[in-house]
């Protein structure tokens, strides 16, 4: 098993102005919930890339980039679901500046929550439902049928529209 790196200390490449450094590190995903369900990470870990640039005074321009794989329930059908995600995140951070916005949580005293990063990273790219396929047809609303795996020809009759009712209950004798 690959070596996992959570925090990085970002001071340990001794970078001068305008240097910059490629890494490649392994980092560990807890369960995420996202819509109520638990999604975990294929293996915990992900392989990430790490690009590190130092920029002027005592700041790192900060670029991540992985895939991962989620596994857990589709939310229309039910069913098993193991979507891939492609993140290419960026983050600056250039502290003792007047804007705070290049600030970021995720650089403290050069150390890198790289753990943390990586997982809201991956939070942010979710889309608004996670599906087994991306034509994924979802349950019957009538019968709950898988409606992947029930076909075109799956019908049922048609409901008497409530609006009617109350003539339904006239007795006409």
Not at 20 to 32: K, S
Not at 71 to 95: N, W
Not at 109 to 117: C, F, T
Request: charged letters at 30%.
């Amino acid at each position: 098993m690959p070596q996992r790196t959570d925090i990085f200390d970002l001071g340990r490449l001794s970078l001068s102005s305008g240097e910059a450094r490629r890494l490649d590190l392994h980092v560990t995903f807890d369960d995420l919930t996202f819509g109520g369900e638990r999604y975990d990470v294929r293996e915990g870990t992900a392989p990430v890339r790490l690009d590190v640039s130092r920029t002027t005074g005592q700041g790192y321009a900060l670029r991540l980039r992985f895939a991962a794989t989620l596994a857990g329930p589709c939310m229309r059908c039910l069913g098993d679901a193991e979507p891939t995600f492609e993140i290419d995140s960026r983050e600056v951070s250039q502290p003792g500046g007047a804007d705070e916005d290049l600030v970021s949580p995720y650089v403290d005293a050069e150390e890198l929550d790289l753990r943390a990063w990586a997982r809201d990273a991956l939070a942010l790219a979710l889309p608004a439902q996670i599906l087994c396929r991306a034509d994924c047809a979802g349950l019957c609303p009538i019968c709950g049928e898988d409606l992947n795996e029930a076909g075109p020809d799956h019908t049922h009759a048609a409901e008497p529209d409530p609006r009617w009712a109350k003539l339904r209950e006239l007795k006409l004798d």
